[in-house]
Antibody, heavy 122, light 108 residues
Framework: EVQLVESGGGLVQPGGSLRLSCAASGFTFSSYWMSWVRQAPGKGLEWVAN????????YYVDSVKGRFTISRDNAKNSLYLQMNSLRAEDTAVYYC???????????????WGQGTLVTVSS | EIVMTQSPATLSVSPGERATLSCRASQSVSSNLAWYQQKPGQAPRLLIY???TRATGIPARFSGSGSGTEFTLTISSLQSEDFAVYYCQQYNNWPALTFGGGTKVEIK
């Protein structure tokens, strides 16, 4: 069974930093692209970042470029999101997600963790 | 950026009735579209990918159709557990992913 368990969320002041972690199990972690997706309270879903299997490619939504860094440790089956210079608008539940590949249509998210809440407030 | 627009924002349906949800892309995304279901306090769950392929374990009452810029998710006979928020997502522009704003399916 695929399991993704996020941790590291909490309350942080504007301008502060936080590091989220995601522990993966039930699949060969090193074989999959991984993503972070967030959801502000009462709002919709927003893709944040993707990372390739070996960490050699990373992509970000414009609003977090230069502030957030996605990384992974395949030996530990773990995904990370380092968030710096946090703003109030970064307040959201952050989901770790696995990316599947279909030969006909390409890459899409197939499994999600339960999420961890990040609140940016003074 | 590809903008995904879902309609209606809220759909009121009686149990056993059919629900039809729409998703429109600002430019063609071919068939690279997924649908997700999200219940309160839960993570999203993949329902459909490739615009029309049901994910593993998804009941046959869920079906997806469309290509290019117009897509539809149909729930043929709503069950109590289907009342939730549904999101479409394009992945034609991979690695950038964009979601629609969601459609809430509520009990009429």
């Amino acid at each position: 069974e695929v399991q993704l368990v996020e941790s590291g969320g909490g309350l942080v002041q504007p301008g502060g930093s936080l590091r989220l972690s995601c522990a993966a199990s039930g699949f060969t972690f090193s074989s999959y692209w991984m993503s972070w997706v967030r959801q502000a309270p009462g709002k919709g879903l927003e893709w944040v970042a993707n990372i390739k299997q070996d960490g050699s490619e990373k992509y970000y939504v414009d609003s977090v470029k230069g502030r957030f860094t996605i990384s992974r440790d395949n030996a530990k089956n773990s995904l990370y999101l380092q968030m710096n210079s946090l703003r109030a608008e970064d307040t959201a539940v952050y989901y770790c997600a696995r990316v599947a590949y279909d030969i006909l249509t390409g890459y899409f998210i197939d499994y999600w963790g339960q999420g961890t809440l990040v609140t940016v407030s003074s | 950026e590809i903008v995904m627009t879902q309609s209606p924002a809220t759909l009121s349906v009686s149990p056993g009735e059919r629900a039809t949800l729409s998703c429109r892309a600002s430019q063609s995304v071919s068939s690279n579209l997924a649908w997700y279901q999200q219940k309160p306090g839960q993570a999203p769950r993949l329902l459909i990918y490739g615009a029309s392929t049901r994910a593993t374990g998804i009941p046959a009452r869920f079906s997806g159709s469309g290509s290019g810029t117009e897509f539809t998710l149909t729930i043929s006979s709503l069950q109590s557990e289907d009342f939730a928020v549904y999101y479409c997502q394009q992945y034609n522009n991979w690695p950038a992913l964009t979601f629609g704003g969601g459609t809430k399916v509520e009990i009429k």
